[in-house]
């Protein structure tokens, strides 16, 4: 921890965190039962499990409107060949034959 204080001279807003991990490490037998202090207190600093997950939430969004998009093709190119798509007004093949 640098000085602790924020950009505008109060608190730096991952003091409270450095707080928590500061008053379990001085009371801790075994530095390892502070862990989970120390991952929040290095979440607050560097936000790397929410940047994570914003990147996972982004890419399933980009995966789903590229399916959309495939979908969309798909379905223009049905409707490109001119052909009135399941209204039962035009027959196709074998049934237009036999009548």
Known sequence: MASGYG????VSRCFAY?????????QA???KQCAPQAEDYLEC???TKEIARAKEIKAEFIRKAEH???EGRKA?????D???VGVGLIQRGEAAKSK
């Open 7 to 10: 950009y505008n001279g109060g």
């Open 18 to 26: 450095w707080q928590e991990f500061s008053k379990c490490y001085a």
């Open 29 to 31: 037998d075994v530095p």
């Open 45 to 47: 600093l560097h936000h």
């Open 68 to 70: 959309q998009a495939n």
């Open 76 to 80: 223009a190119d049905i409707l490109a």
């Open 82 to 84: 001119g052909v009135i």
